[in-house]
């Protein structure tokens, strides 16, 4: 069964069209990962799952729930970790999963055991009493996705889990999302970090203007559009030798800056080209998601 399922879903803000005629099916059981520049319209569509904002046209499921039709039922069934913080600020940790709990009825013989097992998969056992307003960053937003497990769901929507957070923290979320996903929970996140989507996401779907431009594993994205080595090159000097060597030796280039972009099935005849320039810098990598990123998106500035 597909978790969700979209045709045509749309969403207008007056003239504006943030989600343009998206169709997609995401299967269950895996981490879909949805990707786009500032203003793409990810969080509108995921405002548009949860039935907190209702489609301008098309047609909507989420864990075979008409949405919004049914979005009250479909709540009970899904956890959300929205974008914007919402914790309740004049509440301490214990007491913000309490109150959310009894939106969804659960008894009080079941939180007993279920708070203590929520604080430890969020790492704040020693923060329980805190008030919010106490907790840092980190912590609220590992406070968030406590409260998102509360009723148990089968589908977790993450509108940028781990924006702000340290490394330490962003690996936390990341081992706990991988746990929840083994244990059979569908995964549906955004982010801008393209290391993020690449190490937890199954599929990934790209989308700017409303519109998606590519959906597939990462691996598969990235095979299928960009040369699988990037040399960056860059340095006093790099004009000429890019006249006389880099253009010539690479399948694709792209100059961004003073930096020279070079993308080749075989990067050997490049670095051997490169051995002798030492007015020269580069760097050597595999090519990744956020190649493809940028390929699809383009590399101009979005909030300009
Ligand atoms: N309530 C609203 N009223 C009017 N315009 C809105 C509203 N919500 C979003 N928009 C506009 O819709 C577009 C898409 O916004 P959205 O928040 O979905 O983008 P996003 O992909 O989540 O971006 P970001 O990566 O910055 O979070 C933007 O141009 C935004 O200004
Ligand atoms: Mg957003």
Known sequence: MAIIEAQGLSKCYGEQRVVDALSLSVPEGICWGLLGPNGAGKTTFLRMLTGNTSPSAGSLRV????VPGKAVELRRHIGVVPQQENLDVDFSVVENLRTYASYFGISRSRLQSRIPELLKFAAL???????????SGGMQR???????????????????????????ARQLIWQQLRALRARGMGLVLTTHYMEEATRLCDQVTIMDHGRILDSDSPQKLIARHIEAQVIEVYGKGLDSWHGVRGEALAERFERVGDTCFYYARDERPLLDALRGHPELSYLHR?????????????RELRDA
Request: no cysteine; charged share 20%; hydrophobic share 40%.
């Open 63 to 66: 864990l075979g729930f008409p």
């Open 125 to 135: 056992e020693s923060r329980a009493g805190s008030p919010v307003t106490a907790l």
């Open 142 to 168: 590992r406070l968030s996705l406590a409260r998102a497990l509360v009723n148990e769901p089968k589908l977790l929507i993450l509108d940028e889990p781990t924006t702000g957070l340290d490394p330490q």
């Open 286 to 298: 595999p090519a990744n998601l956020e190649d493809v990123f940028l390929r699809l998106t383009g």
